[in-house]
């Protein structure tokens, strides 16, 4: 009995820590690195369903995966695609159900792109503002949206693994608030 509950447990932790064998297949292999990856949209129902749902976290274990390293690279040229550019993804975006965004920081020199793994807001500031907003997911439409003029986001550091806390203003806490939201199944139209 006690090691079937072992197996179980090992199993359940297996099953939650690593990439699905469906995102082993959307992801690809090193070598696509370069590709762009299919968006999932509104206009399909399934795909509207999967954007729904909430995105389980990656550990540690996936973020030292080729997986996560291709998935990485696909998803940055995915958001650079010349044909539908944007300033952020998140990856169930890209049929992936994981807690992983990328955010053009236009607050930093350059306006470089991040990765944020298992990011969380943990505070919105009290003032707000409306602004327009559009989304890969949502093609075709944009509409404004009151958010936040500041917030404090928290995420793993992808190297250390450590919590790193961090505090960001203008539009590019615009950009977390909506990369965000969509780990937690909400698109802005809602």
């Known amino acids: 009995m006690k090691k079937v509950l ?13 990439f699905s064998s469906i995102e082993k297949r959307r992801i690809g292999k090193i070598g696509d690195s370069e590709k762009i990856m299919p968006l999932f949209t509104n206009r399909d129902p399934d795909e509207l369903r999967f954007l729904r ?6 550990s540690k ?40 965004i990328a955010v053009q920081r236009f607050d930093k020199e350059g306006h470089p792109f991040a990765f ?11 003032e707000k503002k409306w602004g327009w907003e559009g989304c890969l997911s949502v093609p075709g439409e944009r509409d404004t949206v009151l958010r936040s003029t500041e917030v404090v986001i928290r995420y793993r550091d992808q190297d250390s693994w450590q919590i790193v806390r961090d505090t960001v203003s203008g539009f590019t806490a615009v950009i977390f608030q909506h990369e965000i939201d969509h780990l937690n199944g909400k698109l802005y139209i809602d």
């Open 61 to 100: 274990q996936d973020m030292r995966s080729r997986t996560y390293a291709t998935l990485k690279l696909r998803m940055l040229a995915t958001v650079r695609d010349t044909a539908n550019t944007g300033v952020g993804i998140a990856a169930p975006q890209v049929g992936i159900s994981k807690q992983l």
């Open 116 to 126: 944020y793994v298992n990011p969380v807001i943990e505070k919105y500031s009290e």
């Open 6 to 18: 072992i197996s179980l447990v090992l199993l359940q932790v297996v099953a939650c820590s690593n």
């Open 53 to 58: 749902l909430q995105a389980g976290p990656l």
